[in-house]
């Protein structure tokens, strides 16, 4: 079963409100969790690293006031976009590692779809 | 630059015959990893298989291989009797040093069919 679980799975919210996403590990404390965007037709890019009990770490050209990450426990780290507008439409994915080691501790959740109208 | 480069955007292949998904990197580390990640319509990320720099086989996994020509820097991924359910995305990723938090960089991806 699932390690990782997002929600919502998908939200379709109305342009300049702001939509909470949450990453959830189920069974173990993740001190570190990742933040995806995959928009249609293309890759996943990073967008932030969500730590646990700090502030998180942003990429290169993400906005830190447009998408607020907090990572409040060992199991649960949430993204808002905040006043959301259509361009900020994608896939939003995340990531959880259980510790240090090779690929079986790195787990994904199921993603959430967001569409602004 | 381009740190995972996957050149084929689409392949069509015959089921039941064996197919080679394509995947080359580059980074200046001498500790990494790479994976492949399946990706279906529904959006999930499935892992598929994992290659340590260090490690000296290649990896397997079931129907999955993992071609790793380190001196190349090519990393593909050989599935072998393809079904039609293996009809999907699929990203090759790499994580630079083998400690440390997973961040990954993952390619363009390659849409696989397979055919009946």
């Known amino acids: 079963g699932a390690v990782v679980s997002q929600h919502p799975s998908w939200v379709i919210c109305k342009s300049g409100t702001s939509v909470k996403i949450e990453c959830r590990s189920l069974d173990f404390q993740a001190t570190t969790m990742f933040w995806y965007r995959q928009f249609p037709k293309q890759s996943l890019m990073l967008m932030a690293t969500s730590n646990e009990g700090s502030k998180a770490t942003y990429e290169q050209g993400v906005e830190k006031d447009k998408f607020l990450i907090n990572h409040a426990s060992l199991t649960l780290s949430t993204l808002t976009v905040t006043s959301a507008h259509p361009e900020d439409s994608s896939f939003y994915i995340c990531?959880?590692?259980?510790?240090?080691?090779?690929?079986?501790?790195?787990?994904f959740g199921e993603g959430s779809r967001l569409t602004v109208l | 630059a381009q740190k995972i480069t996957q050149t084929q955007p689409g392949m069509f292949v015959q089921e039941k015959e064996a197919v080679t998904l394509d995947c080359t990197y580059d980074t200046s580390d001498q500790s990494y990893g790479l994976f492949w990640y399946k990706q279906p319509s529904s959006g999930e990320m499935i892992f598929l298989i994992y290659?340590?720099?260090?490690?000296?086989q290649n990896a397997t996994e079931g129907r999955y291989s993992l071609n790793f020509q380190k001196a190349r820097k090519s990393a593909n991924l050989v599935i072998s009797a393809s079904q039609l359910g293996d009809s999907a995305m699929y990203f090759c990723a790499m994580r630079e040093g083998i400690q440390g938090a997973q961040k990954l960089v993952f390619g363009q991806g390659t849409r696989l069919t397979i055919n009946p």
């Open positions: 290659q340590g720099s260090y490690d000296e």
């Open positions: 990531s959880a590692t259980k510790g240090t080691g090779r690929a079986g501790e790195l787990f």
